[in-house]
């Protein structure tokens, strides 16, 4: 399977965990995950959080499953970024 | 014939494969293809997606065949970035 | 817990301490922590205020903390980058 | 005569040859010619596209007659680098 | 006390000074201050200008008083970046 | 005088010659002169073109007078770059 | 008195001197002087024009007057740009 380098994610979370402690908790559920988290609306009980997670190699199920724990619900997937998990072809005749 | 380094397509597909394995698939159709997949519009059953290819030598029938296996239809091709096959002059002449 | 390294928040702080005062408390909270401060809005006896801070690693509850002390309050936080706190496979290997 | 490094041109093209054909065949014109094609509008019978070709030294007469044999009408010239092919002020009295 | 290294200020002044002079003026107040200056509104009296400031570390209260002497007066300060004073946790131990 | 780096003309011109050979006559004019041009407005007889020209010591006249020639007609100079003739300080005393 | 580094002016000019002429006779005033001159508009008998001079140290006065020889009048300074002319605290000590 192809190799995930960044997914773009429309979230919508409960105000608890909070922006900080939400991206955290995702941040380590992998060796190196970076994530960055922006506010894009804030209503009565909920917010809409773009999350955006970066990494060599990006675990998605782990991910989306604990968002759900979290309260999460993935809205859409709006950006993939991957890579073929294919060796080159220099590698593969070496 | 010239060497295909990107192509943007714009391409309808269905909710399923999501946007995540959809990318995937196509990742894994060459070496160090880089696929990049941005969800423009979701309707209730199909969404426009914008996906740019990147690799050294793109081979682009089998990206269109997968395509279609996967239940999604080429709309347009948006941009295509293609190099000439030709040796360069000095190397014709070594 | 996830290393924090960048946070934006959207603060509703008095006029006094002033915005370079405010400034430069927050900076001395830590070593190496770099505050930027944007006034967005000036009312009667309040300012809207933009902070980022950046560090290599942000104690955020003692930042939050000090915000309070200082008559100001964190209206929202809009940005979090941070940082898996697990060790990389490699170093985890050695 | 000046050397030409870069053409945009404005060309309506006939579905076939596709895009991606369209491109390949006027790269292979000549040696390390780059060519990006851009769609900007499709109607029935046509396509609109920006054509920008770029290379050490474009022929553009022949680039503009396999235009035409492939069915396409440059619509307009938009853009043109050229570089004068006279030596250098140094190299002439060298 | 965190260092200053860079304060934007939104300040009213009479149109003499002039803005080059008023600009050499609170350059010459340290040392290796660059000042920007951008004038903004030209009224029949004042002008509104905004200021930036930059060096290794401003001495806010000195411009601030010399700002006053020259018949300027700040209107907001816009933005600041500010830098914490404490030594780096490598520097504690060392 | 001074050194003239770049020219920025608005230029009418009959469509005859066209805008590459256009571009590569001036840029003949002198040595490393380099041309962009980018037409701006079609009318039935004429182009209104926005030419750029660059080069370590442009001879305007040169140019103005071959553009007449061509039967273009520059409307006006809208962008000069030039630099002072005068050798640097440390220049004059050696 | 600090050392000036830019000064943005706007200025009204007669078409003659035209642009070009206009910037040649400026960069003259100094060593290694550059001046960029944009149009802005364009009158019955006069030209606004934005003159952008950048050089290791402008002396105003000179271009200011020089600018009231040729006929023009400056507008407004819109920008400055100036370094202080302390010596850095390193070079006291030294």
């Known amino acids: 399977m192809a190799i995930v380098k960044r997914v773009v994610l429309d979230v919508l ?5 909070d922006a900080l402690e939400f991206a955290c908790e995702l941040a380590d559920l992998g060796s190196e995950y970076q994530v960055d988290l922006l506010v894009k609306e804030v209503d009565d009980k909920t ?12 675990k998605f199920e782990v991910i989306a499953n604990h968002i759900k724990i979290m309260g999460g619900a993935i809205h859409s997937i709006d950006e993939v970024a991957v890579l073929s998990s294919k060796p080159s072809e220099a590698e593969q005749h070496s």
């Open 47 to 58: 917010q809409t959080i773009e999350l955006t997670i970066s990494a060599d190699n990006i």
């Open 13 to 17: 979370k409960p105000h608890q965990p």
